[in-house]
Antibody, heavy 128, light 110 residues
Framework: QVQLVESGGGVVQPGRSLRLSCAASGFTFSSHDIFWVRQAPGKGLEWVATIWYDGTNKYYADSVKGRFTISRDNSKNTVYLQMSSLRAEDTAVYYC?????????????????????WGQGTLVTVSS | QSALTQPASVSGSPGQSITISCTGTSSDVGGYNYVSWYQQHPGKAPKVMIYDVNKRPSGVSNRFSGSKSGNTASLTISGLQAEDEADYYCSSYIGSSTYVFGTGTKVTVL
């Protein structure tokens, strides 16, 4: 069955760095775009970053652009989120999620535009 | 990109129907037929209930349905059950592999 397991969360001081990991199993990892979505305590969901199935393209929310870097290692079925210059407002549960893919006769394989599986999340607390 | 606007709370009695709105702009909800809805119980990960405005994933009850008109999408839960009590979030694709979520709605079953 599909599994996404996040790790690497914890308490970190403002201005420091932290790397989150998302280990995937149960599907053809190298065929799927992967996302990070976060949720501050008691707040709503916020899309953070996207990485394409092959790692060639990456996209970020304005709130993290220039501070966070998403990457993936398809040989290890793992996606990473390197977070630097952390701020108190980055405190949140960080989820990784995947998008399904579909096949079209005209355009071949492509992503669907929603999140079909999510991990359980990892809590990042930025505090002195 | 601003969050999509949802009512903070919606409530209904068991067996009733409720509708949650999700209002955006022509750059998000109105511009793409890629609105999805997620159910989140306390302390749990979100679960997709509707995608592509009105499609239900396998295993999701047909009591859940979605629609869209202009810049506003809606999620309707019919035959409300106690297990439907949760937070619900809409999301819209906004191009270039980026997304925006709604502000979230707490559904209470009276």
């Amino acid at each position: 069955q599909v599994q996404l397991v996040e790790s690497g969360g914890g308490v970190v001081q403002p201005g420091r760095s932290l790397r989150l990991s998302c280990a995937a199993s149960g599907f053809t990892f190298s065929s799927h775009d992967i996302f990070w979505v976060r949720q501050a305590p008691g707040k709503g969901l916020e899309w953070v970053a996207t990485i394409w199935y092959d790692g060639t393209n990456k996209y970020y929310a304005d709130s993290v652009k220039g501070r966070f870097t998403i990457s993936r290692d398809n040989s290890k079925n793992t996606v990473y989120l390197q977070m630097s210059s952390l701020r108190a407002e980055d405190t949140a549960v960080y989820y990784c999620a995947k998008a399904p893919v579909f096949y079209s006769e005209t355009s071949g394989w492509g992503p669907e535009y929603y999140f079909d599986y999510w991990g359980q999340g990892t809590l990042v607390t930025v505090s002195s | 990109q601003s969050a999509l606007t949802q009512p903070a709370s919606v409530s209904g009695s068991p067996g009733q129907s409720i509708t949650i709105s999700c209002t955006g702009t022509s750059s998000d909800v109105g511009g793409y037929n890629y609105v999805s809805w997620y159910q989140q119980h306390p302390g749990k990960a979100p679960k997709v209930m509707i995608y592509d405005v009105n499609k239900r994933p396998s295993g999701v009850s047909n009591r859940f349905s979605g629609s869209k008109s202009g810049n506003t999408a809606s999620l309707t839960i019919s035959g409300l059950q106690a297990e439907d009590e949760a937070d619900y979030y809409c999301s819209s694709y906004i191009g270039s592999s980026t997304y925006v979520f709604g502000t979230g709605t707490k559904v209470t079953v009276l």
